[in-house]
């Protein structure tokens, strides 16, 4: 369980890092990160990561995309997380 538990940590940081940059490039037209990766890191694991680079870097904030996709992720991944550490 440790593991895991570092590992949600992690993709976390690597989700809201990952929207960071990427915003940080769209300001200076510079190469981005395709949008399935920043969703695919969302479903991975990094939805609470993703919904706080989303908030915190006001990006991709208008792609329905990303404004279904990321909370459902989290919903599925909190669902997931209790069902692990509290129900079993």
Known sequence: ME?????ILLINLIAFAMYGRDK???KKDAWRTPEHRLM???WLGGALGALLGMRCFRHKTQHWRFR???PLALI?????LVYLFIIK
């Open 3 to 7: 593991i895991l538990i570092i590992y």
């Open 24 to 26: 940080r490039k769209a």
């Open 40 to 42: 695919m890191v969302a």
């Open 68 to 70: 279904i996709g990321v």
């Open 76 to 80: 599925v991944w909190t669902a997931l």
